[in-house]
């Protein structure tokens, strides 16, 4: 498995192309030797993709603009040529966040997603916590995996909002192998001076990133993107470092 950092996690250091690019070197400083690009500026794919092997880095994995993946798809396919990246990413559901938005997004995908897969690129779905509730007794995360293809539409599992939404990730990665080729790791501890859930980095909080890495390496998980939505004053640069030296005492890379 091969770990990776989302950028959304300093986003407010990619605002611009010379930012971006600076941040980009940061996060190969830190250790990472992958990223998933989401939350920067509009960048060139093919200047960024050059950035990127001149530091030994990859990117695996985007969130991209959902309107722009359902209506040119040849556009989405040659911008991720360009980067020589086969994932595409859907951040969220488009639509209201209940069981009509989730199938008139489906609904939407299944017109173009075969084309994506005639192109050897796979569309990715996001989830937070809302995925979880349950319509009839199942949960919209049920919903999504029993109508999508795998090999067209897969799964990036949030293990963090994964929990929040009472779900348990090292279950739902045995249970959907297929659909869950990547996955973003972020910590969860609470604060007692706020009485608030907080996020942090990878091993600093209370989940179970023993269990849930090695249900990842067992199950083939491709890509691991440590992101951290909120790093309450810390330096996000820091928080990366420090959760990839953490996750490296998990032995997954």
């Avoid at 639509?95 to 897969?117: I, K, N, T, W």
């Avoid at 907080?198 to 091993?203: Q, T």
Wanted: hydrophobic share 35%; with cysteine.
């Amino acid at each position: 498995m091969k770990i990776g950092a989302q950028t959304y996690t300093v986003r407010d250091y990619c605002r611009d192309v010379p930012s971006l690019e600076h941040s980009l070197e940061r996060i190969a400083a830190a250790g990472y030797s992958s990223v998933q690009l989401s939350g920067v500026c509009e960048y060139d794919p093919a200047r960024t993709d050059r950035l990127l092997k001149s530091l030994g880095m990859t990117v695996d994995l985007t969130h991209f603009n959902y309107q722009k993946i359902i209506s040119e798809p040849k556009e989405v396919i040659a911008f991720h040529d360009r980067m020589g990246c086969k994932y595409i990413g859907i951040g969220s559901c488009p639509h209201s966040r209940d069981l009509e938005g989730f199938e008139r997004m489906l609904s939407e995908l299944e017109r173009v997603l075969p084309f994506y897969a005639s192109a050897g690129r796979k569309i990715m779905y996001h989830n937070h916590n809302f995925e979880f509730a349950k319509f009839g007794g199942v949960t919209l995360f049920d919903i999504l995996c029993s109508h999508a293809d795998p090999d067209r539409l897969g799964i990036t599992l949030d293990a963090y909002w994964a929990q929040v939404g009472g779900a348990d990730a090292v279950q739902l990665i045995e249970k959907y192998p297929e659909h869950i080729r990547c996955v973003h790791l972020k910590d969860m501890v609470y604060d007692p001076t706020d009485r608030a859930i907080r996020m942090a980095p990878v091993g600093e909080g209370n989940m179970n990133y023993k269990a849930i890495i090695a249900a990842c390496i067992k199950n083939s998980v491709e890509y691991a993107f440590v992101e951290q939505d909120n790093c309450y004053g810390a330096d996000p640069f820091d928080c990366l470092k420090l959760s990839l030296e953490n996750i490296n005492r998990y032995n997954c890379v």
